[in-house]
């Protein structure tokens, strides 16, 4: 009996590291990521900032960070929560929305200038998704083009590519998110993948399905059409640098075309003012020549009196 217990227990034990070997070679991918923003944002900002939440299910939010200078307090927040990625909105003036997206806690790090966002609420769109569900990942092929474009391409991959197991999520791919870019600029569309039979609406559609879910036995054997219906949001990110570390450290890519709307809003006060400028210098030009001809009530050279006028033939 002893010797068939060894036996026994051995070979139980060469499974047990068998087991193992085959849980260490496949390898998690463990995503979690931190998002929150700064003072300042608007209403709008903040929508935007809850809809990317509840698309996340591997995300965790949290309270506005109360400083804009000292941004490398973000990594012992994200070491604090036990998040591996940093979401981070940066609000200026009211008006400008930067994102600033890390991979904490040696980086590299992304700056971009967020502009023409629309939440879901302002969009109304039909589309829909399952809460916690996970997304497919569409990028342009122009991400492999550059070396700064394959670097942002992994960053939104790490951040927007829900890992699966991670808490929330849901056994389910039911929708897209597109990433595309287009005059130098990233635009990210949200995409619900439905699927609908030939001659059939949507409404349709959904009472077919959940009649042949009461139904065991039956099985759906006709081809299903499937489509993409934007949920929302939308919004586009223009990259302005690429730092080394994690909220810190050298540039190691900038970009130079990117005027910043600071920098926009002043050129045209400028040029308000100069026409300003214009207007009242061609009123002060005009008041000169009406001046020399003695056109001037007051001030200006006197017009000699003409011998020949009325009021000096008849005075």
Request: with cysteine; charged share 30%.
């Amino acid at each position: 009996m002893a010797a068939v217990y060894n036996s026994l227990s051995n070979g139980k034990d060469i499974e047990d590291s068998d087991d193992e070997e085959t849980v260490q070679s496949t390898a998690k991918n463990k995503q979690r990521v931190l998002i929150l923003s700064s003072r300042g944002v608007t209403y709008r900002h903040r929508h935007l900032l809850n809809d990317l939440y509840s698309l996340l299910p591997h995300s965790r939010k949290d309270a506005k960070l109360d400083t804009k200078t000292k941004l490398y307090q973000l990594n012992e927040l994200a070491e604090l929560y036990n998040c591996n990625n940093v979401f981070f909105f940066e609000a200026r003036k009211g008006k400008d929305l930067y994102l600033w997206m890390s991979k904490a806690p040696n980086g590299p790090t992304v700056k971009m200038h967020l502009q023409n966002l629309h939440t879901m609420e302002e969009l109304h769109f039909t589309g829909n998704c399952l809460k916690g569900s996970r997304p497919i990942l569409s990028f342009d092929a122009t991400f492999d083009s550059q070396p700064h474009l394959r670097v942002i391409k992994e960053l939104l991959t790490h951040i927007f590519g829900v890992p699966k197991g991670a808490r929330k999520t849901k056994p389910f791919v039911d929708h897209v998110m597109g990433f595309t870019i287009a005059d130098g600029k990233i635009w990210i569309r949200c995409y619900e993948i439905s699927e609908t039979e030939p001659g059939k609406g949507k409404g349709e559609a959904d009472a077919e399905v959940a009649a042949i879910s009461k139904k065991s036995k039956a099985k759906a054997t006709k081809e299903t059409k499937i489509s993409l219906v934007e949920i929302g949001p939308r919004f586009v990110l223009t990259p302005i640098v690429i730092l080394e570390s994690s909220f810190g450290g050298p540039v190691i890519y900038e970009n130079k075309e990117f005027v910043s709307p600071n920098q926009i809003r002043a050129d045209m006060r400028l040029k308000r003012a100069g026409k300003y400028n214009r207007r009242s210098e061609q009123g002060i030009e005009r008041k000169a020549k009406k001046g020399d001809l003695g056109l001037k009530s007051e001030g200006g050279v006197v017009k000699p009196k003409d011998p020949l006028d009325n009021r000096v033939l008849f005075s």
